[in-house]
T-cell receptor, first 111, second 110 residues
Framework: DTAVSQTPKYLVTQMGNDKSIKCEQNLGHDTMYWYKQDSKKFLKIMFSYNNKELIINETVPNRFSPKSPDKAHLNLHINSLELGDSAVYFC??????????FGPGTRLTVT | GQQVMQIPQYQHVQEGEDFTTYCNSSTTLSNIQWYKQRPGGHPVFLIQLVKSGEVKKQKRLTFQFGEAKKNSSLHITATQTTDVGTYFCAVPNTGNQFYFGTGTSLTVIP
């Protein structure tokens, strides 16, 4: 079984559209994350979420919103997509501040 | 906010040569993590260092945490083609969040 899974693996869409990326972890971890990795490989934290607290990195536009239906899922919804949103998005999970397990990534291309 | 500098950004080595990447923080850290990302893959956890001056080894990889807990290094002895990838350090912020360093991309020439 895959520990952290994401769907879709690839997402191509036009500017202005709204899209969602799903993430699920079966590790029983209490914290989940979303990261954005740009073309220069910089890996930036966007959100972290556990049962009690959502922490949003201050540089993340409010067009991005995480939604967690339960402890094992943290989906990423993006409104009004822009060209600059093109990147690879990684979901991850951890138990407290211990090692993070990353999903395979979703390559988003906005045209 | 948290600043994490990682050097070098790129490193090309001949197979069999050694490789080192350095991570420097502007603040004292409670711990530091290291990850490896293969081309086209996702980051994979390597190790977490917690104690001042700590040195840990994993086969040909040696990880060190500075005495002041503001810097760390990853050293690979006798690189192999399987070592190719980008190596990231990650430092903790609030709420279990981690800031990742800028990464060092390692190319190993056979």
């Amino acid at each position: 079984d895959t520990a952290v899974s994401q769907t879709p693996k690839y997402l191509v869409t036009q500017m202005g559209n709204d899209k969602s990326i799903k993430c699920e972890q079966n590790l029983g971890h209490d914290t989940m994350y979303w990261y954005k990795q740009d073309s220069k490989k910089f890996l930036k934290i966007m959100f972290s979420y556990n049962n009690k607290e959502l922490i949003i990195n201050e540089t993340v536009p409010n067009r991005f919103s995480p939604k967690s239906p339960d402890k094992a899922h943290l989906n990423l919804h993006i409104n009004s997509l822009e060209l600059g949103d093109s990147a690879v998005y990684f979901c991850a999970s951890s138990q407290a501040e211990y090692e993070q397990y990353f999903g395979p990534g979703t390559r988003l291309t906005v045209t | 906010g948290q600043q994490v500098m990682q050097i070098p950004q790129y490193q090309h080595v001949q197979e069999g040569e050694d490789f080192t990447t350095y991570c420097n923080s502007s603040t004292t850290l409670s711990n530091i993590q290291w990850y490896k990302q293969r081309p086209g893959g996702h980051p994979v956890f390597l190790i977490q260092l917690v104690k001042s001056g700590e040195v840990k080894k994993q086969k040909r990889l040696t990880f060190q945490f500075g005495e002041a807990k503001k810097n760390s290094s990853l050293h690979i002895t006798a690189t192999q083609t399987t070592d190719v990838g980008t190596y990231f350090c990650a430092v903790p912020n609030t709420g279990n969040q981690f800031y990742f360093g800028t990464g060092t991309s390692l190319t190993v020439i056979p």
